[in-house]
């Protein structure tokens, strides 16, 4: 039966007095909160939100060299800022080299957008931003934020005050903090929209983002809420998920999934199978980052993130602990998600609820530039939008298109290299930053992506009509997985492999059949390793033209790549 009161309950009332192991996990409401490695002493001697006070009066006055490492390798990334990669260091020197020797003196600048929610102004802020500071570089992430490159020091408090005068800001995008909340790109304005998240993700960052009690977790903590059928806030990967449902006696609100996570040991999220409505929406945010922070292991960072901790405790034991240690009251049973009809990426032209249009489009991997933001926020005024949402898929959305407009928005996007009709390759290739950039990277992953994608619409044209809407080709530069790798349908993960001659080549090892609830398969799943299925960069676009040429020889009648 549905349980469906919300008593209170006596706090502390289970059997889950806290006990000392042998060796401690970091556990601070376990083992206290004496630090156990580095990260966690400066993370302790000095909170990672007050950095922003000295690089506004002492950095970006003196410079890159008067910056301390525990606040450039540490701290800064509270306010969004990494180094970046040095140029013309390849790959195989990334293990071999000390981190400092990677990293260049130029950063590496996150734009949170939580929601993924812009303005054209906004928008134009950042492509000024971006074509002033940071030579011209602009991606859209898979998080929904942009990131901008070669940015100084000097310039970082200018870059915020103009960003903080359109009511943007880089607070907590990266670090050990709540990081940017992933929400449904067509929030309140999709015409099938079951319930519109735009008040609970608004409540969330105004109460809680730059906090300093919840800006010292054992590490990031990563938050997904859609209320759109298709599910598009890959809401399985994320260390807190609310999917939108509808309970049979008490209406539409949210669905509780915890724990997801890719990187090593990928992990699928619980649902806790507890109903949240949206008044108690925000709160319930609140109790599962308190349960991170208070009982997250900190000791190890490799085993820091929250799926750890469902691991040992279980989704059953971590929603007790939530309701009787943190909120206080049990909350109602619930229903999980419908499977989603249609794919989450929002790509083409849809109707809104209020009669107007959302056009979805495609650049290729996200990449954009700050020259091509601004003339995208052109586009939208002359044609009577001024709302456009960035999408967990690397692609945008622009908002409130009249019906007569339709046509011309579309050919404007498709001038500025943004395909609202674009290949299946195109529509599902995503790719993290990569060697470009990142220091951790060994191969090349944006520059890849984009010759791959051409030469596949080139080679597999013949076919092109029986393709499926999605067939999802994600590449990571190395082992961690930005882009996801492990829910693809085809994954690549970025290493060097020999060559001929005794040396190494850039390449990737497969993982294949991966696929999420808003990918084109029933279930969620984790993609497997190939066992020795490795291809080199050169030889890449020749792998997947086979693949996809034996799939079309060998698939049953509407088989979908995942269950092929
Ligand atoms: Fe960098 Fe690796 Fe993440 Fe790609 S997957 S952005 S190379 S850390």
């Not at 950095?51 to 540490?74: C, M, N, Q």
């Not at 809680?208 to 919840?214: F, V």
């Not at 925000?282 to 599962?288: S, T």
């Not at 290299?417 to 951790?440: H, N, Q, W, Y």
Request: glycine content about 10%.
């Amino acid at each position: 039966m549905t349980q469906v009161t919300e008593t209170s309950t006596t706090p502390g009332a289970a059997d889950r007095t806290p006990r000392r192991s042998a060796k401690p996990h970091g556990q601070w409401k376990v083992d206290g909160t004496a630090p156990l490695n580095h990260n966690e002493e400066f993370k302790q001697q000095d909170n990672g939100l007050n950095v922003r006070e000295r690089i506004e009066k002492t950095y970006a006055r003196e410079g890159f060299d008067s910056i301390p490492s525990d606040d450039l390798h540490g701290r800064f990334r509270w306010w969004g800022l990494y180094t970046q990669r040095k140029p013309g260091i390849d790959g195989g020197k990334t293990a071999t080299l000390e981190p400092h020797e990677l990293e260049d003196r130029y950063f590496m600048l996150r734009v949170r957008i939580d929601g993924g929610a812009l303005t054209a102004e906004q928008l134009r802020v950042i492509g000024g931003i971006s074509t002033e500071f940071g030579r011209d570089s602009a991606d859209i992430t898979d998080r929904q934020n942009i990131q901008l490159h070669w940015i100084r020091v000097e310039d970082v408090p200018e870059i915020w005050r103009r960003l903080e005068s359109v009511g943007l800001s880089t607070t907590e995008a990266c670090g050990d903090v709540p990081r940017v909340i992933l929400g449904s790109p067509v929030a309140g304005i999709a015409a099938d929209e079951i319930i519109d998240p735009t008040p609970v993700i608004r409540q969330i960052a105004q109460r809680y983002i730059g906090d300093p009690e919840l800006a010292n977790l054992p590490r990031k903590f990563k938050t997904a809420i859609t209320g759109h059928p298709s599910q598009d806030v890959v809401h399985e990967i994320n260390d807190i998920s609310l999917v939108g449902v509808v309970h049979p006696e008490l209406g539409p609100g949210y669905d509780l999934w915890v724990g997801g996570g890719l990187s090593t040991s990928a992990r699928l999220a619980d649902r806790l199978g507890a109903y949240v409505s949206e008044e108690r929406a925000a709160e319930v945010w609140l109790g599962v980052v308190q349960i991170f922070r208070d009982y997250g292991y900190r000791r190890l960072r490799n085993k820091a993130r929250m799926k750890y901790l469902l691991n040992d405790w279980g989704p059953e034991r971590f929603r007790t602990v939530l309701e009787e240690e943190y909120l206080g009251y049990l909350l109602p049973d619930g229903p999980p998600p419908a499977p989603p009809t249609r794919p989450g990426d929002h790509v083409g032209v849809h109707p809104q609820k209020d009669g107007g249009y959302y056009i979805g489009a495609a650049p290729v991997v996200g990449r954009m530039s700050g020259t091509r933001l601004t003339a995208l926020a052109e586009l939208m005024e002359r044609h009577g939008s001024t709302r456009l949402r960035a999408t967990p898929h690397q692609k945008i959305v622009v908002l409130d298109v009249a019906r007569d407009q339709i046509e011309a928005v579309a050919a404007g996007l498709a001038e500025l290299g943004l395909d609202s009709a674009p290949s299946v390759f195109r529509r599902s290739t995503i790719a993290c930053t990569g060697l470009e950039f990142c220091k951790l990277a060994i191969v090349d992953t944006k520059d890849t992506a984009a010759w791959t994608i051409a030469r596949l619409e080139d080679r597999l044209a013949d076919v092109a009509d029986r393709m499926p809407d999605r067939l999802s080709l994600h590449i990571n530069g190395c082992p961690n997985s930005c882009a996801r790798i492990q829910t693809a349908d085809i994954g690549l993960k970025g290493q060097l492999l020999p060559d001929a001659n005794g040396g190494q080549t850039p390449g990737f090892q497969v993982h294949l059949g991966g696929g999420l609830a808003s990918s084109d398969r029933e279930t969620a799943g984790l993609g497997r390793t190939v066992r020795g299925l490795k291809v080199t960069a050169d030889g890449l676009v020749d792998y997947v033209e086979r693949l996809i040429r034996r799939y079309d020889d060998e698939r049953d009648q509407g088989e979908t790549f995942a269950y092929w």
